[in-house]
């Protein structure tokens, strides 16, 4: 009999689920915080030097610095500024959608220590003679732009301005922002065009008030620039940077809207893919997919995250990873009906036996992902943080929610006597009477012995390495800027550009790149890149000169030491990933698993420097990325097959020969094999929409995922799986027969003797 209560109840919940997302979607996504690389903006990283000899550089000194810079970005208008502290001396401020990038830098890296001196550079006063966050743009009697301050003592003042009197001629009283000892003169500034000091007004009396403007050939925006920043303070030391980047707004919109549309692409055709090979649930699986994606970004948006661009690739790359989940349970639920079970009974055993590997697969992932957010640069914990969210959701909906959609249609009857709705044939069921196990289950890969193979398959990796070691030791690595230093420039025009026309204008410029490179369909983006760090006069002068002439620019600068402390971390992150990832396997599972894995993981990663190695592409920063993402999904891959085999390994009970533990492997392979294709191959489409439809910023990086996604896939198979086998070839040598079924120890009352 169907209960068709519990099929109302599924359209309910269903019908629920799009009345909130439709109803709420909108309203999330504006207010989701975009990064610099989506919404255009600048991020600078400064060293924290000391502003007076002596100076220690505290914690309490940082903190008050950061406060110094958070009232300087308020004065800018900025909203949802990041200002954070790193390390001990460094400081990261990060604003998105600012428009006067150059203007920004000023107002934040300027120490802004007014004082006020005679014609000899004697300190008459200074900042702490102000009262604070009184100074005011005004105007003069002829409606010139000056700016008012406020003193805090009038009779110093008076004292101030009757010694200037007396020293006439030079009755002059300097104005100076910054004031460097030994180093500035105003006998040697007043003969400049442009004079460093602020004002050099004549005192022709002794004043008795407490009021001082500043007056000069101010425009309104640089005397309110000069008053936001005096009115938020002096900085208690010296700024230096050390790293910055900037990207132009119509850049970040032009990467937004490629990223997205390429991300639509692909979880389109991943949902096709399971409603044509799961076919009912593979239904369920794009109503959990699409309630997935909901709630990854409903969390996102309500921890107040910053989506990045690399961000946007983790919740695309997360829905493969729901999707693995999805096909594991399935792939079970068809083994289970195929030995002649019930649609009941096998839909609860494919979910029990799935559960324990979809856990231990997500939780490899995570290691690298919390790797990845603890050592990365700031887009990259942005990319990190949106990957955890994506695997914890993606557990959530992929077993939970999966397992309340398909329960509700399973327990009302309607698909009893109906397998071919889970996409099995009539002919491929046993009779339950036949007492056929899931172990013994025949596959279309059962003509293929792995095992007999595997010394060519490590005579084919052994020679990758060969290669990739002359490779590198040949061409090395095309580092990006981030693991080296210098500079890198940036131009979206409306035209196509060619590298002489390029060149033409860094001669103008009187500036030599390292190179040129072109991109785009059109090539309507060039990069071009410069040994050392250009300081901010010059990032000004570089993104005014190609913004007026093609349109939106980029600049990024990087200092030698930022350089390597970013290699650096990204040396520990893969060390500490691989460490966390052999420890769990080995818990999990064994030790010789473990180190399989991980000598699998390191052979992924080898070969994909070798690939970048051997093509010239250039690593960034979401290289390191990807190869923890690649890392993350190989070791889930090889998990998978771990389990297999170690359902296979407790089945047989005893492994008695060679042969024993090859039967093992093979089986196991086999039987997992249709699941790694597929879910290779759903991530596979992600990552090759992102290539292809995404943004160009990002394809190093869909390129380091694609070659990854295979090479792990290539490597669970032929490596992991393979070098186990040798290795517990050599235990049996050792040891003798071993058992791979634990005794359950007996516990009785009686007494023992």
């Given at each position: ?37 989506l ?73 802004a ?16 003679d ?8 005004s ?10 301050l406020?003193?805090?003592d ?6 101030v ?25 105003y ?77 639509i ?41 910053v ?15 729901a ?34 590997t ?87 890969f ?25 490779a ?60 050392g ?25 990087v ?7 970013i ?96 039967e ?41 995922l ?36 634990k ?8 007494p023992?003797?």
């Amino acid at each position: 009999m169907v209960k068709r209560s519990r099929i109302i109840a599924f359209f309910l919940i269903v019908l629920l689920f799009a009345g909130l997302m439709g109803g709420t979607t909108n309203n999330i996504l504006k207010h989701i915080n975009l990064g610099l690389d989506l919404k255009g903006g600048f991020e600078v990283l400064y060293e924290v030097q000391p502003a007076q000899k002596g100076q220690k550089i505290t914690k309490d000194v940082m903190t008050n610095t950061v406060q110094a810079l958070d009232r300087r970005v308020n004065a800018l208008g900025v909203n949802e500024p990041n200002i954070q502290i790193e390390g001990t001396n460094n400081i990261r401020v990060q604003l998105a959608g600012v428009k006067n990038q150059k203007e920004a830098r000023d107002i934040l890296s300027t120490t802004a220590n007014i004082s006020f001196r005679d014609v000899n550079d004697n300190k008459l006063l200074d900042g702490t003679d102000l009262v604070e966050g009184q100074a005011k743009q005004s105007y003069t009697q002829t409606g010139k732009p000056n700016v008012v301050l406020q003193v805090k003592d009038r009779k110093k003042f008076h004292d101030v301005t009757k010694k200037i009197l007396d020293m006439a001629p030079n009755n002059q009283l300097i104005i100076w922002l910054d004031f460097e000892e030994g180093k500035d003169s105003y006998k040697e500034e007043v003969k400049k065009e442009h004079p460093k000091f602020l004002s050099n007004p004549n005192v022709n009396e002794a004043f008795n008030t407490d009021t001082v403007t500043i007056e000069g050939n101010f425009t309104i925006e640089e005397a309110q620039n000069l008053a936001s920043l005096l009115k938020a303070g002096a900085l208690p030391v010296k700024l230096k940077e050390t790293y910055s980047t900037s990207v132009g707004a119509q850049f970040g919109e032009h990467a937004l809207n490629k990223t997205i549309n390429a991300g639509i692409i692909g979880v389109a055709i991943i949902f096709l893919f399971m409603l044509v090979y799961y076919r009912f649930p593979g239904l369920i699986a794009v109503i959990t997919l699409a309630i997935y994606i909901y709630l990854t970004l409903l969390v996102f948006q309500l921890i107040n995250g910053v989506l990045t661009l690399p961000g946007i690739a983790a919740l695309i790359l997360g829905v493969g990873m729901a999707v693995d989940a999805n096909i594991i349970t399935y792939e079970r639920i068809k083994e289970e009906l195929r030995v002649g079970r019930t649609v009941k009974a096998a839909f609860a055993a494919g979910n029990k036996q799935s559960f324990m590997t979809i856990f231990d697969a997500n939780i490899t992932t995570i290691i690298a992902a919390v790797v990845l957010f603890i050592y990365g640069s700031s887009s990259v914990k942005g990319f990190a943080t949106l990957l955890i969210i994506s695997i914890l959701l993606s557990f959530i909906t992929a077993v939970y929610g999966t397992r309340l959609f398909l329960g509700l249609w399973v327990n009302s009857n309607l698909l009893k006597n109906k397998p071919n709705w889970f996409g099995v044939k009539k002919k491929d069921i046993h009779d339950i009477s036949e007492n056929m196990d899931a172990h013994k289950l025949p596959t279309r890969f059962d003509r293929f012995d792995f095992v007999k193979h595997h010394n060519k398959f490590f005579a084919i990796s052994i020679i990758l390495t060969i290669v990739g070691v002359i490779a590198l030791s040949v061409f090395r690595l095309n580092l990006s800027i981030d693991y080296t230093n210098g500079t890198r420039v940036e131009v979206l025009s409306k035209q196509s550009l060619t590298a002489e026309q390029l060149n033409d204008d860094l001669k103008t410029l009187k500036l030599t790149p390292e190179d040129i490179v072109l991109s785009g369909n059109k090539h309507e983006i060039g990069v071009m890149r410069f040994e050392g760090a250009f300081n901010k006069n010059e990032v000004a002068h570089i993104t005014d000169y190609f913004t007026k002439k093609y349109g939106p620019t980029n600049v990024s600068t990087v200092s030698p030491e930022v350089g390597r402390e970013i290699a650096k971390n990204a040396f520990k992150s893969l060390i500490f990933a691989a460490i966390g990832i052999i420890i769990y396997v080995a818990l999990r599972f064994e030790w010789r698993m473990g180190i399989a894995a991980i000598i699998a993981l390191l052979h992924d990663a080898f070969l994909m420097v070798t690939f970048f190695s051997l093509t010239r592409l250039e690593v960034d920063l979401t290289f390191i990325a990807a190869i923890l993402t690649i890392i993350g999904y190989s070791i889930n891959d090889t998990i998978v097959t771990f389990d297999r085999i170690r359902d296979h390994m407790r089945f047989k009970g005893r492994l008695k020969t060679t042969e024993d533990i090859a039967e093992v492997v093979n089986i196991g392979l086999r039987q997992t094999l249709t699941r790694s294709i597929n879910t290779v191959l759903t991530v596979v489409i992600t990552a090759a929409a992102l290539f292809i439809f995404g943004s160009e910023s990002i394809q190093n990086f869909s390129i380091a995922l694609l070659i990854g996604l295979i090479m792990g896939c290539y490597s669970s198979i032929f490596i992991a799986a393979q070098l186990w086998y040798v290795f517990k070839k050599r235990e049996l040598k050792k040891k003798g027969p071993i058992k791979t079924v634990k005794e359950k120890r007996k516990w009785s009352d009686e007494p023992q003797v």
